[in-house]
C-alpha cells in the first residue's frame, strides 16, 4: 500500500507542475512581454541606416518601432513612429527603370482593401542627387505620401501615412528626411 501512495503523490506532483508550466505559459509569459517596453527608440535627428547602404536621418521626434525593422546587408526595412504618423522605407533588390519601381509600389498601395493612389507620380531629387518619383494615396480615415528612388540596383520604397490633421503637422519634418536620403 505504501508504493501505491507514493505513486499516487509522485503523480500529483508531476500533474501540478505540467499545470503550473501551463499557467505560466497561458498568462505569465503574456504579462512578462506587456511589461517589456515595444523598444521604440527615438533616433530622430541621427543618421539611421536603414540597409544596402541606404542611409536616412529621421525627423526629430521619431521613434523606430523594432518589431517591424529589418536592417541588412542587400535589404532593410524601418518603421519610424513620429507622434501617430507611420513613416516606413523599405529597401530591395530591383532591376528595372524608376517607371516600374513606382508602378510597383502603386500596386502595393492599391493592394490593400480601401487605399487608392490620388493623382499623377511627380519627380523628386534628394539632397543627395537620388532621382525618384512621388505621389499621394488616400485610405479609410487617413491619407498618405508615398516616393520611390532607383540607386546601386535596389529601389528605395518610402510610404507615410497617418490620419489628416497628424499628417500636416509631420510633414514637413517628414519631407526633409525624405531629401536626406542617400545611398552610401
Do not use: C
Not at 493592394?111 to 493623382?119: E, I, M, S
Amino acid at each position: 500500500m505504501a508504493t501505491a501512495g507514493v505513486r499516487l503523490l509522485r503523480n500529483l506532483a508531476s500533474s501540478v507542475a505540467v499545470l503550473a508550466v501551463i499557467l505560466f505559459v497561458a498568462w505569465g509569459l503574456p504579462a512578462i512581454n506587456r511589461l517589456v517596453p515595444a523598444g521604440h527608440d527615438t533616433i530622430g535627428g541621427k543618421a539611421y541606416a536603414v540597409g544596402a547602404g541606404v542611409v536616412v536621418v529621421p525627423p526629430e521626434q521619431a521613434e523606430i518601432d523594432p518589431s517591424k525593422t529589418r536592417p541588412g546587408t542587400d535589404r532593410g526595412t524601418v518603421l519610424f513612429l513620429v507622434g501617430p504618423v507611420r513613416y516606413v522605407i523599405v529597401v530591395a533588390p530591383f532591376v528595372g527603370a524608376l517607371s516600374d519601381a513606382a508602378g510597383k509600389l502603386r500596386e502595393k498601395i492599391t493592394g490593400t482593401r480601401g487605399y487608392q493612389v490620388t493623382g499623377a507620380d511627380d519627380p523628386v531629387t534628394t539632397a543627395g542627387g537620388l532621382n525618384g518619383l512621388q505621389g499621394s494615396y488616400s485610405a479609410p480615415g487617413r491619407l498618405g505620401r508615398y516616393a520611390v528612388f532607383l540607386s546601386k540596383g535596389r529601389s528605395i520604397e518610402v510610404t507615410v501615412s497617418g490620419a489628416q490633421s497628424e499628417l500636416a503637422n509631420q510633414m514637413a519634418g517628414i519631407e526633409a528626411s525624405i531629401a536626406s536620403i542617400e545611398q552610401r
